[in-house]
């Protein structure tokens, strides 16, 4: 059983709690915010290999979340057979296009490089192991509701949004037991994060795209990518029959992005108040940039069907 309702006193598998009587939620100062976008994904596949590896920062983000490497030469000449979605009408310097299950391998080398260095929740929880994510990525590129762009000059993939579609509520599973505690801390937040907002329960919804990955390569901020990403996502959504659009951000700047979206927060989590037994914090909220707020948002969407 997964932290579903929690009360004070009550503890999980993982063996925290959440204070409900803690100190009232603290908005991440704009100075503090990671300097891109960045959607945690909301379910981890049972990890199958875990390779520490090397703090390696870049800027000041610390790469610890997976062991990939950079793109090599036939990866980058590699575009798969994706439908072009047009160019973004904010800067036509890229192509947006539909990922599909050939882009898998490109796509899951960029997430090691530009998403899980800034990944707030990965950084809180001090995750220093390569976690396999591989039937979530495939599962997103498989969905036809998950984009991409690339550099017209350059044809390198810059950005994703992986999202998938679902026709009914996924049961949690909890982390095996095989995971480093690192990483089961994170699955377990997640599972939280899923079971507080029953979005099937809405009324006349029956088709929900799920958000799990938003991020941008770190050299492309600050040029509107993300929001276009989303909203390229969402007409796809509408146009395969979705009701309702979900997503919990683990970023603030992601979250302003779904806000001026449209999107409603259904619930939120201030991870200072996620204890363990003895009363410390389950995450270190101090290298997560001020990203300590979690939130579960929903849209709901005119069905094309």
């Given amino acids: 059983m997964f932290l579903t309702r929690l009360i004070r006193g009550r503890t ?43 703090n390696a920062r870049r800027g000041n983000e610390l790469f610890s979340g997976h062991a990939f490497h950079p793109c090599n030469d036939a990866v980058r000449c590699h575009f798969g057979t994706a439908s072009p979605l ?35 929740l990965t950084l809180g929880a001090r995750c220093e192991d390569e976690v396999d994510m591989d039937d979530l990525i495939m599962k997103c590129v498989a969905s036809g509701v998950s984009v991409g762009f690339r550099d017209k000059a350059t044809r390198e993939l810059v950005g994703v949004r992986l999202s998938s579609i679902l026709s009914s509520k996924p049961k949690t599973q909890p982390p095996p037991e095989s995971v480093p505690p690192e990483v089961a801390k994170v699955i377990n937040m997640l599972n939280h994060l899923w079971e507080a907002v029953d979005v099937f329960a809405d009324p006349g919804v029956k088709r929900v795209m799920k958000s799990d990955i938003l991020t941008v390569h770190t050299g492309y901020n600050g040029r509107g990518l993300a929001k276009a990403m989303v909203e390229r996502s969402e007409r796809l959504a509408e146009g395969r029959g979705c009701h309702l659009l979900y997503t919990q951000p683990t970023n603030a700047i992601s979250a302003k992005i779904f806000a001026q979206r449209g999107y409603d927060t259904r619930y939120t989590i201030d991870l200072d108040t996620v204890l363990d037994k003895q009363g410390n914090r389950v995450f270190d909220t101090s290298v997560m940039f001020g990203n300590n707020v979690i939130r579960v948002m929903s849209k709901r969407v005119d069905s094309g069907q």
């Fill in 12 to 54: 999980h598998p993982a063996g925290f709690h959440i204070n409900v009587l803690g100190k009232p939620q603290r908005i991440p100062k704009e100075s503090n915010k990671i300097r891109s976008s960045s959607t945690l994904c909301t379910t981890f596949a049972a990890s199958r290999t875990f390779h520490q590896v090397s």
């Fill in 86 to 120: 047009g160019e973004d009408h904010h800067d036509s310097s890229f192509n947006f296009f539909v990922l599909t299950t050939q882009d898998f391998e490109e796509v899951k080398a960029f997430l090691g490089l530009y998403f899980f260095p800034k990944e707030p």
